[in-house]
């Protein structure tokens, strides 16, 4: 055998330690033939020949391509990527590739579209060989997320070096070396979260905090810095993160400088100094543990770094932050540790046990301690517990068991986001997803990793826990509480005061209504016994909702309207994290406790010990309502059924996405799943009834179009429900035939009108559902009930191009099977039909002009109405659908969907990507602010709960920082709105 030959079979330089299973066998062997192909075509015979050999490296790689279409694709575009592997080993070819990107800037030809073609395709490779890596088990997880922050450094030094050289070339800075740019350039780059820690994860965007020195030796003109730096750092952000036909490097995020809302992109150091001494907060000091200068001039930023020392390590024990520095997280555990931990669906950073909680409790030891033990001050999580270890803050066993899970947990997170380069940490919700997570991270099966996976989860949790009991005592007690006799006791004033109430003397007032029996539930003494020994702790959890008076008033109202409590106070003594769940509901929720304490009964549902881990989807809803109405019932007994149903199930819906156990798109889904089958149940209710009296027409059936949010499924917790009412019946059919017979328009007419009584009426068990027919045919001017055949001529001939809008997110959801199935086939035809694209966005965006005339938004957060709010995003999705914009596959009636599969001709990946962002956040918002509030959202008048649970569900840290970045997203979608529908200037 020749040298060469020998070559092409013994080359190929990585060997995998790991063994993965594809999903598909025969598909993985034809994809891994694919790529082959493509290497013959690129004339890489020695690839080609290898790939469709025979050996542990192929079925590694079949099996790779299998489970990942990223990577496959990537391969697929650019086999020179693996057939550099005969050649060098990753390690190598990392080297070099971090090479080249610090020799980019230095090419005098280069121009700025040059650099970002040249980055992106370097990132691309690193980024592949890095997963390659990873997933061969030839790099461990903490290697693997060094070689992500390094490849990220390098790529922002280069893009920094390139413009710095460039102001240099217009004049606009005077560098003092320009073979070494960023060098006293002044220009200061912090890498925040984990870009600081050296600790990126696989599809991570990066964090970055801008400052500069206008005293700087570069600089030219001190008072033009602030916007030379700022236009420098936003051509930066452009060229990282702007999608190009090569993809992007890195997205960006600055939203972590002072004050983001208010303040330029790059900020005077003197500026910054000011106000992280006069205005910084404990979530700010907490942020700025992992901050490294990354890029630009890195003396400079380590000397700000140094300057901010004293900031963030406070020289004495900081207890008194202590419980501040708790909001960092936002997370409300409810039930923590009661029941099964969920896999799929389960969010891998924020959820229970979750990667989170390990780098929280680290920060808070840190942020406690770190002013008098240097040695805890490191930016990495893992050499932390260590340091924690060697103080004796935490057990051996405590760090070797939170560093092993953590570094589990992280390999999860790159799986899951491994899968298609995308940026989420939330395990997929179907059997196959979970399966190909499995495998690639060579587990047997999905049931091995869920197993491993739930284990991991409870051990950083019993550990979480255990670590806040054993951290030193914040208070020595609650002080006095006595509320005997009918006068105030001074010191306890004193103590609720210091608890957070403001009306001290009031409290005591309600609190001795409860003890003198005043209430059905403490009439019994030993009721009052339990009340009494669960005082302090219901009185501090009041207290940490920021709206203590207003909690605890409501909680009042709660107690007075239920029959009994010693099972409730044994409940709430015995489980810490129910009694945080119900401080919350009633400080940041009046919506929630309104339905509490008109229907106390709800509140059983929070007993199951399974709440938080049974998804609520269709199939779980739809067997508890059949267990609820089962049995021979009279008509209005199963209305009533329906209604009691429907409210405990909107709320147990409404508790887990407060709690985090689901996501506000799941929480849409499932309000609208409930919404199908309550109103179903409504209907099959009200034809019997209606059938009992006037008999049945020959061939009559009848089908429920689901409008608006309901089609789409995204109702929230507040919505109305818009439905049009078709039917269909024999040709002959004249009238039905029972003891009144009716014409069918007549019958169906007054039938509908029976169903909007059934759901829509107010009875003691309160409303079903608002109703709202007004997007039937001819709107309030036709009949309520359409038959199918008025309703086709109307769509194809006469209705408005925002009636063919509306009818995008049309889905039938109830009524005969045959008939949904024609209305759906209708549906699609009519949106299917060619249209003038042109025409249609012009009246689209005009349209959207006189509703911004005649409704304009009341503040930043009428989410709605706001120029580039939730109507700009519905209305590209809605045009998208009628004007032929969505890539092919199965009708979808959802905006984020739709959003996601907008054709590349009409939006390309960079828009689509900020479009699926925005609404993700619009729908968070929307769908907390609903659950929560009863009316509008009023800026200046937010409880702090749910300030705390926006935060939460947005991943933000301060409410400044949201607003900023709603502002931010808005105007995103606006440019994005003008330019896809070629209007005039925004």
């Known amino acids: 055998m020749s040298a060469a030959a020998k070559r092409v079979e013994t080359g190929w330089l990585l060997k995998p330690a790991a063994k993965l299973a594809p999903l598909d066998k025969d598909r993985a062997r034809l994809e891994l033939a694919e790529i082959a192909s493509a290497a013959r075509e690129e004339g890489l015979t020695r690839l080609a020949k290898f790939l469709a050999g025979k050996g542990e490296g192929q079925d590694f790689l079949a099996a790779v391509f299998d489970l990942s279409p990223f990577l496959r694709d990537t391969a697929r575009r650019r086999p020179q990527i693996l057939d550099g592997l005969f050649e060098q080993t990753i390690e190598a070819r ?83 070396d320009v073979g070494n740019p960023s060098k006293q350039s002044g220009w200061i780059l912090l890498g925040m979260g984990k870009l600081g820690a050296h600790e990126l994860n696989f599809s991570s965007d990066i964090d970055l905090v801008v400052f500069f020195d206008p005293e700087a030796p570069a600089v030219v003109d001190p008072l033009d810095a602030t916007e030379l730096f700022s236009r420098l750092t936003r051509r930066l952000v452009r060229i990282l993160q702007d999608r190009t036909e090569h993809g992007y490097v890195f997205r960006t995020d600055l939203r972590l400088r002072p004050d983001p809302g208010s303040t330029p992109l790059a900020i005077p150091v003197e500026a910054a100094l000011r106000y992280y001494e006069a205005r910084g907060q404990n979530w700010e000091r907490a942020a700025m543990i992992k901050a490294r200068p990354v890029a630009g001039d890195l003396a400079a930023g380590a000397a700000f770094l140094k300057e901010l020392q004293p900031y963030i390590w406070r020289k004495y024990m900081d207890y008194a932050a202590i419980a501040d520095v708790h909001s960092i997280k936002r997370q409300i555990h409810a039930h923590k540790g009661h029941g099964e931990i969920a896999v799929k669906g389960h969010n891998v950073k924020l959820g229970r046990g979750g990667i989170r909680e390990i780098e929280f409790f680290v920060q808070t030891q840190q942020l406690i301690a770190g002013g008098r033990f240097p040695e805890l001050r490191g930016r990495e999580t893992v050499p932390m517990l260590g340091e924690l270890a060697t103080r004796g803050w935490i057990t051996a066993e405590a760090r070797d068991a939170l560093a092993r899970q953590y570094w589990f947990l992280r390999r999860v997170e790159h799986a899951v986001q491994m899968v298609a380069d995308e940026q989420t940490h939330t395990l997929p919700e179907d059997d196959e997803g979970l399966e190909r997570i499995a495998r690639m991270l060579a587990f047997a099966d999905a049931s091995a990793f869920s197993q491993a996976f739930r284990a991991s989860l409870q051990q950083v949790e019993r550990h979480y826990a255990a670590l806040f009991e054993t951290a030193p005592e914040l208070s020595t007690g609650i002080g006095n509480l006595v509320f005997t006799g009918d006068v105030d006791d001074p010191d306890t004033l004193q103590t609720l005061h210091g608890l957070g109430f403001q009306r001290p003397s009031d409290i005591c007032r309600v609190i001795r209504g409860w003890h003198f029996g005043r209430y059905r539930l403490t009439q019994s003494a030993e009721a009052r016994e339990r009340l009494t020994e669960l005082t302090p702790a219901l009185l501090r959890a009041f207290g940490q909702t920021r709206r203590a008076d207003e909690a605890l008033m409501r909680f009042d109202e709660f107690l007075a309207g239920l029959p009994a409590g010693i099972q409730l106070f044994s409940l709430l003594q015995s489980n810490p994290a129910l009694l945080k769940l119900l401080a919350t509901i009633m400080g940041a929720a009046p919506r929630l406790a309104a339905i509490i304490t008109r229907r106390p009964h709800v509140f059983d549902g929070l007993l199951d010990p399974a709440l938080l881990t049974e998804l609520p989807d269709r199939a779980y809803l739809s067997a508890r309502l059949s267990a609820f109405v089962e049995g021979d019932r009279l008509y209005e007994d199963v209305l009533d059924r329906l209604r009691i149903f429907a409210s405990e199930q909107k709320f147990l819906i409404g508790v887990r996405l407060l709690a985090g156990s689901i996501d506000p798109a799941r929480a849409g889904r499932a309000f609208s799943d409930l919404a199908d089958l309550t109103i179903e149940a409504a209907l099959q209710a009200v034809t019997a009834e209606f059938a009992a009296r006037h008999g049945i027409i020959a061939g009559g059936v009848v089908s429920l179009l689901g409008m608006g949010k309901l089609g789409s499924r995204e109702l929230t917790a507040g919505s109305d429900v818009d439905l049009i009412l078709l039917y269909d019946h024999a040709p002959d059919a004249e009238e039905s035939n029972g ?32 109703l709202d027919l007004r997007l039937r045919p001819s709107g309030n001017k036709g009949p309520v009930a359409t038959h199918i055949d008025a309703f086709k001529k109307y769509q194809r001939q006469e209705a408005w191009t925002w009636e063919h809008m509306a009818l995008a997110r049309a889905r039938a959801i109830a009524g005969d099977a045959s ?51 939730l109507i700009d995003l519905e209305f590209i999705a809605q045009v998208a659908v009628i004007t032929g914009q969505v890539e092919t596959g199965r009708r979808a009636t959802g905006t984020a969907e739709i959003l996601s599969r907008l054709a590349p001709g009409f939006a390309d990946a960079g828009i689509r990507q900020e479009l699926g962002d925005a609404y993700a956040l619009y729908l968070a918002l929307t769908q907390m602010t609903r659950l929560c509030l009863t009316g509008a959202f009023e800026r200046d008048d937010v409880p702090p709960g749910l300030s705390d649970l926006l935060l939460a569900v947005t991943d933000l840290p301060d409410f400044g920082v949201l607003e900023a970045h709603l502002k931010e997203t808005s105007q995103k979608v606006r440019k994005d709105f003008h330019l896809l529908f070629r209007s005039g200037s925004p």
Not at 840 to 865: G, Q
């Open 739 to 770: 003891d009144k017979p009716l014409a069918p328009s007549h019958y169906y007419t007054r039938m509908t009108q029976r169903l909007i009584a059934a759901v829509s009426a107010p009875t003691a068990e309160g409303v079903l559902y608002e």
């Open 819 to 869: 008939l949904c199935g024609e209305v759906e086939a209708e549906v699609a035809t009519v949106l299917g039909q060619p249209r003038d694209a042109a025409k249609v966005m012009a009246e689209a965006a005009d349209m959207r002009a006189m509703i911004e005339k005649e409704k304009p938004p009341r503040d930043l957060w009428d989410i709605k109405l706001i120029p580039g709010g």
């Open 94 to 176: 990392l080297k070099a590739i971090g090479a080249a990107i610090d020799q980019v800037h230095l090419t005098e030809a280069v121009s700025e579209s040059g650099l970002m073609m040249e980055l992106r395709q370097w990132k691309a490779e690193a980024h592949f060989l890095i997963a390659l890596a990873d997933l061969a088990g030839e790099a461990e997880t903490a290697l693997t997320v060094r070689r992500l922050s390094d490849l990220a450094d390098a790529c922002t030094r280069a893009a920094v070096d390139f413009l710095l050289r460039d102001a240099h070339g217009q004049g606009k800075l005077k560098l003092p």
